[in-house]
């Protein structure tokens, strides 16, 4: 029974390695192309409705994110604070909950952390599909002015990086 054991653990290790190198190399990389966001409509949870063509003009963070993801729930402080320091700049948020989160506990989440930007329900996984085919969360994608992706990260982003490449998104006409 010890041998089972080992080989489990060393399992369990070399999985948790594999899953942190794709997890790695998918927060170094952007989206180098700056391929446009794909067309969506965000349903919100107030029941209105948003486009990726409303954001047009703005530079716009959209986050997947879990109200189960440790993670996802540690970065909400650090968004908000971002939304509320450029809002006012032509920055905006839309934050994605995935399908697989109970709406009445994003409603619910949203509501208690009193969250300043926009957040949707992606009842039927189609956009994080459309965004990628998201499965990993956070994910997120900053959007510049234009409506093209410039970076995606996975997992937490460095904020100081993040609030650089805004405040250079941001000049730009």
Known sequence: MPFRSTITRRRSAMTLLAVGAVVATFSLSGCGTRDAAPASTFVLIDGSQSTTADLKGKVTLVNFWATTCVSCVKEMPALAATYNKYKDRGY??????????????VLNFAQTRQLPFKVALDNTG??????????????????????????????????????NLIEELLAKS
């Open 92 to 105: 905006d948020t839309v934050a994605v909950a995935m399908s697989y989160d109970p709406p009445a506990w």
């Open 126 to 163: 189609e956009l994080a599909k459309s965004w990628g085919d998201v499965k990993l969360t956070p994910t997120t994608y900053l959007v510049d002015k234009q409506g093209n992706i410039v970076k995606r990260f996975v997992g937490e982003p460095d904020m100081t990086a993040l609030h």
